[in-house]
């Protein structure tokens, strides 16, 4: 603008703007859910109904989350599962926090190049659809793990929802005919998936119209009955084995028998006075929210503002860095050594800031470490009970339907999980995302994941439960909300709807949602060198799930202090872009 009659006209026009109190407001956004005992927030509406009903029945956040997980399995067939699995992160009234890991694991018989041809290059499909793709199911050990250790309610009670749902069926609504209709193609080809997700004459199923699934009402049954024996050592993984045996797979009965869930520390950092617990190794979701978050604590980001240029600048810098070692630095914590306290040291952050500059972007080329040679699918939901027990919990088939296969008679969708491991160095699997070493595959080890199922808490209390799918995007879609809260006051569901922004270090691109970023802004940011591509696929930037406790957002709790303090109420939202999702509290 050279003008100066239209720049001084500008200028006072941006001070009358910033005089008047329309210009604190945020987007406009549904208000949180608010309740005073409990919440449940999870992508499909039953299952958060299933989730609250255990919470007013004295469950606690674990029994409901166990809950929420099978009635997922049923009611939201695209991500919930028993047939894949995840990660639950714990925060318990007394401060205790814990983390347990029931993702899938290669089977024995896998090899570091099974997915390449003779000439070495990937075979397209072979990761990502049928038996060859699926790694060993966690959730029905994962949950039971959980239920013994940290819940308080039988597993017959807690899994009779999901029985009922299964048997009964449920009505379909919009958001599940649209997740069906997303699913189809994949489904079609594999005729036990058919018979269950397409109608007895082979039509897709319409709005209103009730879903039943006789087989996976029957396998919940007996593990509700038998435990996860049903599951691991009868008649289902038999079922599985022998699909798999016939559809070219390599999963062999003592896949099954040999699983076993672990209980780890979460990762720990604190930013801003915030004490941040989330998903450690074989996730990469806790280490490097911790990094990009220890990075952007040197910086003003709530000064800067939300979507303003220089805001958005480091945020992009300190993802390009972190993501360099996620991708070439983790793995398995049983057959890698993971570098988190150098990748959680405030100075290896200082380190990172020392090469940002401030108006330049960095490129993704000179990060490359020496020698290093799409609609998808996961559900994360959050719970808080009414002691402060707080649940994060993400699974997931990893692609949407998993692998597209359900050995027959068992009524259960199986993971493609195993295209999370590096199928080979230097080419991007589902997600883009480029791996190294760290994280070939080995029979028995878990691939890297993006998972991060994250509790925070300031001065002891629970203060926000935070998570989302979105493959590798998960980790900035979490951080984005974190820092939406944190340095931009917004409230939780402003929080969690904001458009996003996503860097991956590779390839060397900036992805913004529609609407993320400003014309004006884009063209300072494409100033400093950053190339910035809209990705208008809504499938891809997730389906966040959060909790806020003791206010709305900051400033609500601030006010909450002075005239009420420690009102304990809790806020839920469900991300927008979730067309089934509920945030139900009582
Ligand atoms: O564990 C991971 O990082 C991926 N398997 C997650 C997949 C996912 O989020 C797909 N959903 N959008």
């Not at 058919?194 to 049954?221: C, H, M, N």
Request: hydrophobic content about 40%; charged content about 20%; glycine content about 10%.
């Amino acid at each position: 603008m050279h003008d100066p009659y239209k720049r001084a006209v500008a200028v006072v026009f941006a001070f009358v703007l910033s005089l008047s109190p329309l210009a604190e407001v945020y987007a406009a956004s549904p208000e949180p859910v608010e309740a005073e005992h409990g919440m449940v927030v999870t992508a499909q509406h039953l299952a958060s109904d299933i989730g609250v009903d255990v919470l007013k029945k004295g469950g606690n956040a674990v029994d409901a989350a166990i809950a929420v997980g099978y009635a997922l399995a049923v009611a939201y067939p695209t991500a919930g599962n028993i047939g894949g699995g995840g990660f639950m992160t714990i925060r318990l009234k007394d401060g205790k926090t814990t983390f347990l890991d029931f993702r899938e694991r290669a089977p024995r018989a896998s090899t570091r190049t099974m997915y390449l041809d003779d000439k070495g290059n990937p075979v397209k499909g072979l990761s990502t659809d049928g038996y060859l793709a699926v790694g060993v199911p966690g959730s029905v050990l994962g949950f039971e793990t959980a239920r013994t250790r940290y819940g308080t309610k039988s597993r017959e009670e807690l899994m009779e929802p999901a029985i009922k749902l299964a048997r009964d069926g449920f009505v379909l609504e919009e958001g599940d005919i649209a997740s069906l209709a997303d699913g189809a193609k994949k489904l079609a080809k594999d005729p036990a998936a058919a018979a269950i997700f397409f109608k007895p004459d082979g039509k897709p199923y319409a709005l209103g119209e009730t879903l039943v699934q006789a087989d996976l009402a029957a396998s919940l049954s007996s593990i509700s009955q038998q435990g996860p024996d049903a599951f691991y050592k009868g008649p289902i993984a038999d079922a599985i084995v022998k699909a798999s045996q016939d559809g070219k797979g390599i999963l062999a009965s003592q896949d099954f028998e040999q699983y076993d869930v672990r209980e780890l520390e979460p990762i720990k950092c604190n930013y801003r006075g915030y004490d941040i617990f989330s998903s450690p190794p074989p996730s990469s979701g806790g280490v490097i929210i911790c990094e990009i978050l220890n990075v952007l604590e040197g910086y003003p980001i709530s000064y800067l503002g939300y979507g303003s240029a220089d805001t958005v600048h480091v945020m992009i810098e300190a993802m390009r860095h972190a993501y360099v070692d996620r991708n070439t630095a983790l793995g398995d914590p049983d057959f890698v050594e993971n570098p988190i306290g150098k990748l959680l040291d405030k100075r290896y952050a200082k380190e990172i800031r020392e090469q940002i500059s401030p108006f330049k972007a960095g490129v993704s080329q000179e990060l490359m470490p020496k020698g290093f040679g799409e609609s998808t699918e996961t559900t994360h939901y959050s719970i808080i009970d009414d002691e402060g027990n707080a649940v994060a919990v993400t699974y997931t088939l990893n692609g949407s339907f998993g692998a597209g296969v359900v050995a027959p008679g068992t009524g259960i969708l199986l993971n493609n999980e195993m295209d999370d491991f590096t199928a080979k160095p230097g080419v991007p699997n589902l997600y883009g995302l480029v791996q190294g070493e760290a994280n070939a595959i080995a029979p028995g080890k878990t691939p890297l994941s993006s998972m991060s199922p994250t509790i925070i808490a300031k001065d002891d209390k629970p203060f926000m439960v935070i998570g989302s799918p979105g493959g590798a995007r998960i980790i900035t879609i979490t951080l984005e909300a974190i820092i939406n809260v944190i340095d931009h006051g917004m409230d939780i569901q402003e929080a969690i709807d904001a458009p996003r922004i996503h860097h991956q270090w590779l390839p060397d691109k900036v992805y913004m949602e529609p609407y993320a970023l400003s014309p004006d802004t884009r063209r300072l940011l494409a100033g400093m060198g950053h190339d910035i591509d809209v990705d208008e696929r809504w499938t891809i930037w997730g389906k966040a799930a959060g909790i806020l406790v003791g206010g709305k957002s900051l400033a609500d709790m601030e006010q909450a202090n002075s005239e009420e303090a420690g009102s304990g109420r809790y806020y839920g939202a469900i991300d927008s872009r979730a067309a089934s999702g509920a945030a139900r509290g009582y």
